[in-house]
């Protein structure tokens, strides 16, 4: 089955704490993003990747890194987490970033 | 302003009425997503247009490049159509979102 698997579903953590979560999927996609969606705000590009180790920053980058040493996967990391950072992630791939979208189940994060 | 905008950002509507969604965008684009959010917060793709009109069972979906806007119709809407519809705007690899449509349908 066609997917994009993203873990963890919930996550809490404290400030400062470095975290990793993780993004796969299994369509030979070349182009992988990550959002961020806060009430009010709704959905905001983080970082996308166009293909093996070409990634760049999308609209609020600030406080996240990315990697994309292999095409299936990539992982969103928060180096030291603030209150701020607490979000609804979703990450989602494509043939590119015009053709449709398939989006992963999402991660509720929490940083007290 | 927002790049994307859309409208109305609330729709309450019987079971069978047929509904219309709106967005407007004033950056160049690529392509056009139209997404759809249950209330479990899953994402769906519905379409993706660069021109045109698109249609997928009740949905369908319209684009006016001239005019940068679209339209997302649903027919015979029911209460599992109740959702956020979110629209997107792509192009160069930057995507810019629309603050989403939630859509209640009553029986």
């Known amino acids: 089955e066609a997917q994009v698997t993203q873990n963890p579903r919930y996550l809490i953590t404290v400030t400062g704490k470095k975290l990793t979560v993780t993004c796969s999927q299994n369509m030979n996609h070349e182009y992988m993003s990550w959002y961020r969606q806060d009430p009010g705000l709704g959905l905001r590009q983080i970082y996308y990747s166009m293909n093996v180790e070409v990634t760049d920053k999308g609209d609020v980058p600030e406080g996240y890194k990315v990697s994309r040493k292999e095409k299936r996967n990539f992982p969103l990391i928060l180096e030291s987490p603030s209150p701020n950072q607490t979000s609804l992630y979703f990450c989602a791939s494509s043939w590119t970033g015009g053709e449709k979208l398939f989006f992963g189940s999402g991660t509720q994060l929490s940083v007290l | 302003k927002n790049e994307v905008e859309q409208s109305p950002q609330n729709l309450t509507a019987q079971e069978g009425e047929f509904i219309t969604i709106n967005c407007s965008y004033s950056?160049?684009?690529?392509?056009l997503h139209w997404l759809q959010q249950h209330p479990g917060g899953g994402i769906v793709s519905l379409f993706m247009?660069?021109?045109g009109k698109k249609k997928h069972g009740r949905l369908i979906a319209t684009i006016n490049i001239q005019e940068k806007h679209s339209s997302l119709h649903i027919t015979a809407s029911h209460p599992r159509d109740s959702a956020v519809y979110i629209c997107a705007a792509y192009n160069n690899n930057d995507m810019r979102f629309g603050a989403g449509t939630r859509l209640t349908v009553k029986p």
């Open positions: 950056v160049g684009i690529s392509a």
């Open positions: 247009l660069s021109s």
